[in-house]
């Protein structure tokens, strides 16, 4: 069965700081790993993945994440916040014998302070 | 590309009603998934079709149906409402999702249910 942690269900950092958020996953074979963004009252989007390969990923709006299999780790990283990341996020994976069921984890809560 | 689309985006139902969500996925997408949100459980899997059959199941209760039309669009049923119920419902479409779970999942903005 796989599983995600976030530890963490809310942040807040400044303006300008190092946001890191946190995702540890569980599950037997190294799954398929994502990081959505959600605004208030929309969907998630897809913020960046790891699938195969270069472990650490980037993705849009300056994010970025490293795939650690020793530490079943997946941490979402930004040199430096700004107001406008302020949303929730959130962590999946999914199986390579699951199909396109994604387990998610229970989000994190970013707010940016000026 | 037209993105995913939910109708309706807001719900108000009694409890013992049933209610029906539609979800028309991106264009020349064939997978489409559903995910309750709520507070309490966060997002959890409903169930996945693919090419008008059911392809992956969550834990839910027989109250929660679904399908999907040969078009790709789907529809999510619940039947007698409970309290419980009450959630943002997210739909998700892929493209084939036949690549072992390593495709993206693009998401509506949901429709919010809730039931009095």
């Known amino acids: 069965a796989q599983s995600v942690t976030q530890l963490g269900s809310h942040v807040s950092v400044s303006e300008g700081a190092l946001v890191l958020l946190r995702c540890n996953y569980s599950?037997?074979?190294?799954?398929?790993l994502f990081w959505y963004v959600q605004y208030p009252n929309q969907g998630l989007q897809l913020l960046l993945k790891y699938t195969t390969g270069a472990t650490l990923v980037k993705g849009i709006n300056g994010f970025e994440a490293e795939f650690k299999k020793s530490e079943t780790s997946f941490h979402l990283t930004k040199p430096s916040a700004h107001m406008s990341d302020a949303a929730e996020y959130f962590c999946?994976?999914?199986?390579?014998?699951?199909?396109?069921?994604?387990?998610f984890g229970t989000g994190t809560s970013l707010t940016v302070i000026p | 590309k037209a993105g995913v689309t939910q109708t309706p985006r807001y719900l108000i139902k009694t409890r013992g009603q049933q209610v029906t969500l539609s979800c028309s996925p991106i264009s020349g997408h064939r997978s489409v998934s559903w995910y309750q949100q709520t507070p309490g459980q966060g997002l959890q899997f409903l169930f996945e079709?693919?090419?008008?059959?059911?392809?992956n199941k969550g834990n839910f209760p027989g109250r929660f149906s679904g399908r999907q039309f040969s078009n790709s669009r789907s529809e999510m049923n619940v039947s007698t409402l409970e309290l419980g119920d009450s959630a943002l419902y997210l739909c998700?479409?892929?493209?084939?999702?036949?690549?072992?779970?390593?495709?993206?999942?693009?998401f509506g903005p949901g429709t919010r249910l809730l039931v009095l």
């Open positions: 599950s037997s074979v190294p799954p398929y």
């Open positions: 998700a479409s892929s493209f084939s999702g036949t690549s072992g779970g390593r495709e993206t999942q693009y």
């Open positions: 999946a994976v999914s199986g390579r014998n699951t199909g396109n069921q994604f387990y």
């Open positions: 079709y693919f090419s008008e059959t059911q392809r």
